[in-house]
């Protein structure tokens, strides 16, 4: 997952992330700690006439911001937290202290990898047909 820090300028990041080449972009703070998703292009059209601030000015279009979770997240808690908070996408961080962001789920992608699983034992158990 691409990260970018608090006190980069917005003109940077504009440079460094041009529409469309990703949706999201993690924001951290000094620390490299998740602290929200920027949407690329909403970053790109909304703030079109302050260039000389930086990304921690842009806390109010920070999305996805207690929307994180750690890599061993079992299924039945990723599905419930997909379910809880009303989201399609949810961020992996390393750890519940550092919280420095890996990448990211979405609630698609996790219930294909669950469906295949179960088709994957069904195989096993019944044989392929």
Request: with cysteine.
């Amino acid at each position: 997952m691409q990260t970018v820090a608090t006190n980069t300028p917005l003109s940077e990041f504009r440079f460094r992330f041009p529409i469309g080449s990703t949706k999201y972009v993690s924001a951290t703070d000094e620390q490299g700690a998740y602290i929200g998703l920027l949407d690329v292009a909403a970053v790109h059209s909304e703030n079109a006439t302050n260039i000389e601030c930086v990304i921690g000015d842009l806390k109010a279009d920070l999305i996805h911001t207690s929307n994180w979770i750690t890599a061993p997240t079992r299924f039945d808690q990723l599905v419930q937290l997909f379910e809880n908070q009303e989201t399609e996408l949810l961020v992996v961080v390393d750890d519940e202290v550092r919280k420095r962001p890996v990448g990211y789920i979405t609630e698609a992608f996790a219930l294909r990898r669950y469906r295949q699983e179960l088709e994957s034992r069904q195989r096993e158990i019944f044989g392929s047909s």
